[in-house]
């Protein structure tokens, strides 16, 4: 439904007259919302006290301390002067920008309120939405790869699932590094079988994601519950350990959240940086987008539109690979069944969120990241919302993003259909 | 090759050549074939991991594969035992006389078909997408609200009498899945975002829910398990037999279900429009049809057989809603409806295979220590050997079928 959409030039993405003044009120909405729902029920004597100390850092921050109905108004008042600009003005191609920012600033809100008389540990959270978003931008980040080439992967899960375990068994047996080798090989292996089936016999890419989903799930619960419960010592690689980064891990407050990591967050942004330079700014990546977006163009211009296929959808496979390595090697260093539960379809959901782009993944992992990790910290605020509520975001933020609520994607023109060279459409 | 030349040369052939060809080129041999290896490849996975082979290998490598093929064959053995029953036992036992050893010894079977009746269902809700060009991923989570819908009215509701009751839960888990598929539906005529999406989120929504309804509101107080209370009596579909036969009215109902799936989507005229909506939108517009009503029908009426699905097994096996009352029947039947070639038939002998599998895999797990995801691994080789004819007919050599074989296609993630 491309159609829909209407793109002037690169970038500058078109933004009705109505949709502006919806997104306005919507934003005048949460200013009242804030209003009605925290400012009013609270004692202006109450203040929120936030740590600004991870547990386990021994970078002293002092707890910051602040008046949480002063703060509330100021929030409230933030809003509604956005609102009412984006009402008046409109903020053009930065809507996105302040969408983030009344976002953020309503979760800020109803944390203040939330933990008004307690406390909350900021930095503790932050550093693990850092952390939880780990696997769902790396996913991610091989969808984008799969699907800028003109593959749809729903199966990441299943690699990352199948990766996690081969790389506890080899990591098991060998070394930590190893492991995380034969996870990424196992990965790229499942691209690969992706690959054949969609490429070459042009089976539909969903169902031969499905195939690799099912398949992925009954293998590794089959040889977990038939050798890896029996065998503790071959589901025992141990896990890679956190890593501070010289000078700016003693940064106050930023230092623990940002630089004492094990080397998958850190690698996650590092690949989140290659990609965006690998896909936007050489020839490879605009042979690549020019694949997924016109195959027939790009097979007019000599770009062997199989061959790049294949490569991207194999090395989209070894980043799921890599991700999954993170669930076993980077987390808990044991590998359970069916322990991606759903990860990779919420990686899913960060690549469309992020409109198909690194960078935007990423934001989406930390924004899906955090509401996993505030789910986590639910049970320590004085309001009681299920946590399973909170889970249940990713999928909703999703949902809205493709019914164009949040604005709508620009998927690659060409996602999902098989190229056939005859011309046969 | 004139037509001429063809005939002088296939009549050169022997009887059986022709038979082959013609076995060859026919429709049926693929899905056959695909089973046949399925089976195969999951008895070469349990042969490697049997630990005999390793053991033995240092010792004498043919010994060593002797004894994989020993243990694959033992498994299978063990399988259709445990879904068939042995023959042996329901001699002895008819000859014995005894009412319950009798009911022992054929109780297989019929466990065989209990566990077939989700299966229908859900490869219904499936099969029903794929003709009207829709790829309803959700199903599996159309069944868990299914399951949540009919155990509420099962349990709350007292004093109804059954014959009211049990159509009443059976219908509201119908309404609980039609609500699941009627929003991805109402999205993607409305908005264009795709149903694969869509109801892939929204399976996890509903898996989250369910993780709250169990903690919280719909939780039994009597146990400190996650499980909802135990539904009444008088909404329990009826078992024809006493202990320990579970088989109940819910495999009558699935086919009367099937036989009306049928009927509405190949002789009425509505069943007509959301086949074609689904074959070619654009001719369906052109003639006229309303597709944006036609894809929010057939995704409710998708969700709605799916959450069939969910409300018979809790109204007939169940009995309460806990997390793990779905073994993943929703997934699985991505599987069994394009096996049965998304036709009503068809899928209801999948599933009849599926359900046989399940039940003789549980029973191979008790006694083989055989783990019982060996099935999702086969049920994964056979679907993608059906979805892609090439390889089975790359592997067995067969010849390209006269017509091009329908493949799967899902409309395109981009549109068009």
């Known amino acids: ?425 | 090759m004139t037509d001429a030349e063809g005939k002088a040369k296939k009549a050169g052939k022997s009887a059986v050549g022709i038979f082959f060809e013609e076995v060859s080129r026919s429709s049926l041999i693929v899905p056959i074939l695909a089973i046949f290896s399925g089976l195969v490849l999951g008895g070469v996975i349990v042969a490697l991991s049997s630990e005999d082979v390793y053991t033995m290998w240092a010792v004498s490598p043919i010994q060593a594969i002797g004894n994989g093929l020993k243990a694959a064959w033992e498994s299978y053995v063990t399988l259709f035992a445990g879904a068939f029953g042995s023959p042996a036992k329901m001699i002895a036992a008819l000859q014995g006389g005894d009412a319950l050893e009798i009911r022992r010894a054929f109780n297989p079977v019929f466990e065989s078909l209990v566990k077939s009746i989700p299966y229908m269902f859900a490869g219904l809700a499936v099969a029903l997408g794929f003709r009207t060009g829709l790829f309803n991923i959700g199903v599996e989570g159309q069944i868990f609200m299914g399951g949540i819908f009919s155990v509420w009215v099962g349990y709350t509701f007292t004093g109804l009498p059954a014959i009211i009751h049990v159509p009443f839960a059976f219908l509201a888990g119908a309404l609980g899945g039609a609500l699941w598929g009627f929003i991805p539906g109402l999205l993607k005529a409305k908005t264009g975002g795709h149903e694969v999406i869509n109801t892939i989120m929204m399976n996890y929504i509903a898996f989250r829910l369910t993780d709250w309804l169990l903690r919280e509101p719909m939780k039994s107080p009597a146990s400190t398990n996650p499980i909802s209370p135990v539904i009444q009596d008088s909404a329990m579909l009826p078992q024809f037999f006493p202990d320990p036969i579970r088989f109940h009215l819910g495999f009558f109902v699935a086919l009367a279900v099937a036989a009306l799936v049928y009927w509405f989507l190949f002789k009425t005229k509505w069943g007509f429009d959301l086949r074609t909506v689904g074959a070619n939108p654009r001719a369906a517009r052109y003639a006229g049809m309303n597709i944006v009503k036609s894809t929010i029908v057939a995704m409710s009426l998708s969700g709605a057989l799916a959450g069939m699905a969910g409300a018979n097994e809790l109204l007939g096996v169940n009995h309460h809603l806990s997390q793990t009352f779905s073994p993943g029947y929703g997934f699985d039947s991505i599987a069994l409806a394009l096996l049965g070639k998304s036709h009503p038939v068809g899928v209801v002998l999948s599933a009849l295979l599926f359900g046989t599998l399940r039940n003789g895999a549980t029973k191979m797990q008790a006694a083989a220590g055989i783990p019982i995801d060996i099935i999702s691994v086969m049920q994964a080789l056979i679907l993608a050997f059906i979805a892609a004819p090439a390889i089975i007919r790359t592997i067995f050599r067969l010849k390209e079928p006269k017509k091009a074989e329908p493949g799967v296609r899902v409309s395109g993630w981009g549109g068009s």
Not at chain 1, 19 to 35: E, H, K, P, Q
Not at chain 1, 109 to 115: V, Y
Not at chain 1, 182 to 188: D, I, K, Q, R
Request: glycine share 12%; charged share 10%.
């Open chain 1, 1 to 425: 439904m491309t159609a829909q959409t209407s793109t002037l030039q690169t970038g500058q993405v078109y933004v009705s007259q109505i949709r502006r003044r919806v997104l306005g009120l919507v934003f005048l909405g949460v200013a009242a919302l804030i209003w009605l729902a925290f400012v009013r029920g609270i004692d202006p004597e109450m203040t929120t006290k936030m740590r600004l100390v991870p547990g386990g850092s021994t970078v002293a921050v002092e707890d910051w301390e602040f008046n949480t109905q002063s703060a509330l108004q100021v929030l409230a008042f933030g809003c509604a002067v956005l609102g009412a600009y984006q009402l008046v003005r409109g903020f053009g191609r930065r809507t996105g920008l302040a969408f983030a920012l009344i976002g953020s600033m309503f979760v800020f809100a109803f944390l203040s309120w939330a933990a008004s008389g307690g406390m909350l540990n900021l930095a503790g959270m932050l550093r693990i939405m850092f952390i939880r978003s780990v696997p769902l931008t790396l996913g991610a980040l091989s969808g984008i790869l799969c699907e800028r080439a003109g593959v749809v992967n729903i199966a990441i899960e299943g690699m990352m699932l199948t990766a996690a375990m081969i790389g506890t068994i080899v990591g098991s047996v060998s070394n930590l590094w190893i492991g995380l080798l034969s996870a990424v090989l196992a990965g790229g292996l499942l691209g690969l079988v992706h690959a054949v089936m969609s490429i070459k016999y042009r089976t539909d890419q969903i169902i031969s994601g499905t195939v690799i989903n099912i398949f992925a799930v009954g293998i590794t619960s089959f040889i977990s519950g038939k050798f890896m419960q029996k065998y503790p010592q071959i589901n025992d690689p141990g896990i890679f350990r956190p890593y501070e980064v010289p000078v700016l891990g003693r940064i106050p407050f930023l230092g623990p959240v940002l630089f004492r990591h094990n080397i998958f967050v850190y690698a996650m942004i590092f690949f989140v940086i290659l990609l965006t330079f690998m896909l936007f700014k050489t020839r490879w990546g605009l042979r690549l987008r020019a694949v997924g977006e016109h195959p027939k163009a790009a097979d007019t211009l000599g770009i062997n539109v199989f061959k790049t296929r294949y490569m991207a959808v194999i090395l989209g496979g070894m980043m799921a690979g890599f991700a999954g390595a993170y669930f076993t090697l980077g987390s808990v260093g044991r590998f359970d069944q069916v322990m991606t539960a759903g990860r990779g379809f919420i990686a899913l959901a960060a690549m469309i969120f992020g409109n198909w782009t690194p960078a935007g993944a990423m934001v989406a992992g930390l924004i899906f990241g955090f509401s996993d990790s505030l789910a986590a910290s639910l049970a320590l605020l004085r309001v009681k919302i299920p946590s399973e509520f909170l889970l249940m975001t990713p999928y909703v933020i999703t949902m809205l993003v493709l019914a164009g609520v949040v604005g709508r994607g620009q998927m690659p023109a060409a996602d999902g259909t098989p190229y056939n060279k005859e011309g046969a459409a």
